[in-house]
Each structure stands twice: as structure tokens, then as C-alpha cells.
């Protein structure tokens, strides 16, 4: 009794048909075509994930993602008020400044132009004491104010 139905149970075990492996397909051009598929894919994801973390924007959603990887609180979202806040001070700031450069450049070229209104005067006296000179030079000269000249000693 006990003896037939261990029997029966190996023969059933072996009446089982055994799976074949499935042999291997050859390596053919349809095969190479959809494995370069794959991977201009994947390098085209790689590449948009790249191109998207080099903006602000997208550099913030990578961080965001990256901590929700690791169980991380992700940084607040952002807020179009504060940072249209933000931009507005900054223009302020470069208002202001712009204003000062500018008062700054209006007081210089008022020096430069006292100092270029003086050196015309300081050139035209010069102008005019190099022609007195000359006119001296060319004037011509008694004969007694020339004393060994005209034989005459005092």
C-alpha cells in the first residue's frame, strides 16, 4: 500500500516534461538596431536631465527630487512675490547707485573742465610773454643804451 503510491508519485515526478532551454537567438541586425535605440534614449534622458539641472529652475526640482530620494525635507517651493520682492530691491539698489555714478561723473568732468579752461589761460599768457619776448628780440636798440659800441665808456 504504502509502497504504491511512493510509486506512483516518482513516476508522476518524472512523467513531468522537462523545459528545454531556450537557445540562444543569433545576434543579428534587427537585435543591434533595437539595442542602439535603447541607448540613443538613454542618452538623450541623460542629456535633457543635464541640460535641465544647469537652469535655476531646474537645478532647484533636481535638488527637491534628490532629497525626497533620501528621505529629506525638500526646499520650499518657489514664491513669484518674494522673489519679484527680491528683484525689485536689487533694482532699487542699482537705481541708487546708478544715480551716485553719475553724480560722481558729472563732478569729475566739471574738474576737468576748470582744469582744461585754466590751461588755455596758463597757454595764451605764455602765447603772449613769448611774443613780447620776440617783439623785444626784433625791436631795434639805440645806440647808447649799447655802451662798448659806439666808443663811448662811462
Excluded: Y
Excluded at 14 to 36: G, N, S, V
Excluded at 74 to 89: G, N, Y
Excluded at 95 to 119: E, H, P, W
Amino acid at each position: 500500500m504504502w509502497g504504491s503510491r511512493v510509486a506512483a508519485k516518482k513516476q508522476d515526478v518524472k512523467a513531468a516534461p522537462k523545459r528545454r532551454k531556450a537557445a540562444k537567438k543569433a545576434f543579428d541586425f534587427r537585435l543591434l538596431r533595437r539595442m542602439a535605440l535603447w541607448a540613443i534614449a538613454a542618452a538623450c534622458t541623460l542629456l535633457l536631465a543635464f541640460l535641465t539641472s544647469k537652469s535655476e529652475a531646474g537645478a532647484e526640482r533636481l535638488a527637491a527630487v534628490l532629497a525626497s530620494l533620501h528621505g529629506q525635507q525638500a526646499a520650499p517651493p518657489f514664491d513669484a512675490r518674494v522673489e519679484t520682492r527680491k528683484l525689485a530691491d536689487a533694482l532699487r539698489g542699482l537705481s541708487s547707485d546708478n544715480q551716485q555714478i553719475r553724480s560722481q561723473l558729472t563732478a569729475v568732468q566739471r574738474n576737468m573742465d576748470d582744469v582744461t579752461a585754466s590751461l588755455r589761460n596758463v597757454t595764451a599768457s605764455l602765447k603772449k610773454e613769448i611774443e613780447d619776448v620776440k617783439a623785444e628780440a626784433e625791436a631795434p636798440r639805440p645806440a647808447e643804451s649799447l655802451p662798448g659800441i659806439c666808443g663811448r665808456s662811462r
